[in-house]
């Protein structure tokens, strides 16, 4: 009887099914251990990089914006500077002509002494245009210095001046002149001479230039100055008027003057214009779209940089923020509506601000006597090349991003097929070859 050769194990053996099953725990589980290792790692950076890229960004446009707030408030504080430079200089030379009054220095019923004065102040300073004393009696003297030649004009209002070298240089009684005649029985009519050396008395050219009708009790600066209470006076100041033939304003300081008797004398004052005050505004121009403009409290535009008509030059009334048409300022004075409530003035909006308008950066300063400088610029003046900077920047690190997650991903799906390959080398493959031995 023939004996059966097969073994007793290798009865009933079939080839193990469990191979691919094996593959796919090992392929889910490097999938997982990927996922955790590589991809969660990978989107936390992600999310971090872009968080910090965009802080990154925002910083330097904050920094930005700060460095513009800082240029322009200095720039607004060396113009108030300026401006309240000149402007009590105006009002220190009028005190001092007072207290030269009150002291006995000054004559103010003397055409030579109160010539001789004004010479000196023209001497000193060419900053001021105009400096009369119009007295109770409405006679009074002028020095103007807003043309070349000089010029000096005289009121006699019939008055007859004894002692006064002026008078007879100006008014020479046998004159037959027939302005020097009409003149000189007239009032409220000045006769101006030109002026060729105010360092010399004899500098005066005593051909007449013109002569200008002026009823110095009627204008508002001596109406407002003699207002006051003559124990506790300040200058005043008259409203802002537009320069004839000029795009710039000028005003008119004034003090009423008083013997120690408190007896009336008369008005002495100033008159200036805010022509260099506009040249320096004209020439601010830090960057090529800055600007610049100077108003009062009330917003009546003294100066400013757009090439815009401040006034009416027939009636001489000065524009307002509100009626300007430069789109800017349009801009800007709907701006600040918004922000003013009922019966408030511009000055309620210092003493000092900043505000980004549309496309702009504003900025507000409250100087003194109720002055409001406002300067601005376009935003991309300053920050065009720094937002080209940081878009670049922006783009750069996005570009970056991308890559790494590409690298990520292919290091995930080149990670999916090692393990894969692997496990089917090391496991799958083996034990195939094992079931395959037992089976026979």
Known sequence: MQKDSSTPASKGVTRPKCSISILMVVAIQTFVVALVVLVVPLLFSVNSTRDSNHVSVQTGKAISASLV?????????????????????????????NLNVQNGLVDPYSVDSVYDQLRVMQQRTRLLDAIFLGLADRTFTIVRTDAIPYRVGLLSNNKTFVNCNLCNLLYPANSTDPMLVKRRTTQNWILRFGVTDFTRPDGIDTTPLDSLALDFAKRPIWIKAVAQDPSNQV???????????????????????????????????ISLTYMNMAEYVAGYKPTPNSFMFIMTGDGIMLVSSFNETLGNATTSIVKSLVNCTSPALVQISNYFSNLLKPNQTYTSLGPSAHYEIGNMFVQLTVAKRNMIIVNGVLKEDYQGAYDTILSNLEYSLDRKVSEIIGIGVALFVVTMLLGVLFTYLQISRPMYKVASYLKL
């Open 69 to 97: 707030e800082k240029i322009q408030l200095d720039a607004s504080i060396i113009t108030a500077e300026a401006v309240d430079k000149y402007l009590q200089f105006v009002e220190d030379t009028i005190t001092n002509f």
């Open 235 to 269: 200058v005043q100041w008259a409203d802002p008027q537009l320069i004839f033939n000029a795009n710039y304003t000028g005003v008119t300081a004034g003090l009423a003057l008083y013997t120690k008797s408190k007896k009336f004398i008369g008005v002495f004052g």
